[in-house]
């Protein structure tokens, strides 16, 4: 039922619970926070009363959930999606949810959530909090404030070298000299079989895990706590120490994790698996440059043509896809020339990067858990690798040049 109190010409904040008595203690802050300024709603009336708020003059919407609402979440999703609709923050109080239901509602749009009972001082923290967030000059979700590169590598086959490429790509660009200091990250989506805490010598860590199914997976803390540090330079989000389905991220999920990795970070590789999945389209949009690596053999062949027929039924940025062919014959000279050639031409696309075959040494130093630069620093793989960081960070520069 609504709380039976005042109701106010244009509320500050509303209220919203199955059983709004039964949250005394909210009440209790809401009446220090706001006074006779907020106003109560119950299930019935909810949608009702946001439809007829002021984005202007309200100041947020909170939504009370039980453990005993559970089993009856659409409703409270609903109210999300309507307030959010509306341009209204959202504050989720939640007694004893579990984290499975937290998410569900955080992923329709709710904003922030805090415990009940809650702590002194708590309520009144969040809201500031969410104050803060309002008058942000840009959200983290928007991609105007983003100022890291984010570089997906993808093999278009198993064992083409994309984690290869992908690891020491990351180690190269967090080495190459600057005139200032680059922050770096790498991250792991290849959730069943990710193998870049193998080839770094890193722990896989639960972490991982709680930040792709909790809400507060889009915190700037939470991912910054899950990563590890490679060589004090490189950050590394790990894959899940468990192979897991890939459809326990969603779209927004890996959006929120991609957005403020390159909020805190210079340039962002990400590792993608070899498959295509429900996100890979959000990966590609907000791609600088999108690597796909493949080599010399029919397979891959076969697999480039499905790739590219997919993301033309997608309308995806197809422009934004540097073909990356690996273990290239050597010197691409007589037949293996033209091999190439036809390859490319069959499929209608240009190889933006051609990489030499590293040899035993690629496997030796994966095997060590060490870059190439660490363990075979003058091999021919690694030299090319280095190159094209040595672009991007050329491109980089530019671009922020340019931005002055």
Not at 67 to 81: C, F, K, N, Q, S
Not at 218 to 240: C, E, H, N, R, W
Not at 380 to 397: D, F, N, P, Q, T
Request: glycine letters at 8%; hydrophobic letters at 45%; a negative charge.
């Amino acid at each position: 039922m609504a709380l039976l109190r005042k109701k106010p010409a244009t509320p500050d904040a509303l209220a919203i619970a199955r059983e709004m008595d039964q949250f005394d203690l909210l009440i209790e802050d809401l009446d220090s926070e706001y006074g006779q300024g907020w106003l109560g709603a119950g299930l019935d009336d909810a949608l009702t009363q946001i439809a007829g708020l002021d984005p202007d003059a309200t100041e947020c919407v909170i939504l009370a959930v039980q453990r005993a609402d559970e089993g009856e979440l659409d409703p409270y999703v609903g109210i999300v999606t309507a307030a959010k609709a509306r341009g209204l923050p959202v504050l989720l109080v939640v007694e004893e949810l579990t984290a499975t239901a937290l998410h569900r509602l955080v992923r329709a749009g709710a904003d922030e959530f805090t415990p009940y009972p809650m702590p002194e001082g708590v309520l009144a923290e969040t809201l500031e909090k969410m104050r803060v967030a309002s008058h942000q000059p840009a959200h983290v979700g928007d991609m105007s404030a983003r100022r890291g590169m984010i570089l997906p590598v993808q093999g278009i086959a198993g064992g083409v070298g994309a984690t290869t490429l992908a690891v020491n790509l990351a180690w190269e660009m967090a080495q190459t000299p600057r005139k200032v200091s680059r922050k770096v990250c790498i991250i792991d989506l290849n959730l069943q079989f990710g193998s870049v805490a193998t080839y770094l010598d890193l722990a896989r860590r639960e972490a991982t895990m709680q930040l792709l199914t909790e809400p507060q997976g889009q915190d700037k803390a939470a991912i910054g706590d899950a990563m590890v540090t490679y060589g004090k330079k490189l950050s590394v989000l790990t894959a899940p120490p468990d192979t897991v389905p890939f459809e326990i991220v969603e779209n927004e999920d890996i959006r929120r994790i991609l957005d403020v990795a390159a909020t805190t970070h210079d340039f962002v590789i990400v590792d993608m698996p070899s498959v295509l999945v429900g996100w890979t389209s959000v990966v590609l949009e907000m791609a600088e440059t999108y690597f796909a690596v493949m080599e010399l053999d029919m397979r891959c062949a076969q697999n480039m043509l499905r790739f590219l027929r997919a993301l033309k039924a997608e309308d995806l940025p197809l422009e934004k896809v540097q073909y990356v062919m690996n273990r290239a014959p050597g010197g691409l000279t007589g037949g293996g020339k033209g091999r190439v050639k036809r390859m490319a031409e069959s499929l209608g696309i240009e190889y933006n990067v051609m990489l030499p075959d590293g040899g035993k040494a690629v496997m030796n130093a994966a095997d060590q858990g060490v870059p190439l630069a660490e363990g075979a620093s003058g091999n021919a793989l690694r030299k090319e690798v280095r190159k094209i960081a040595g672009s991007l960070a050329e491109l980089a520069e530019k671009q922020q040049t340019d931005a002055i």
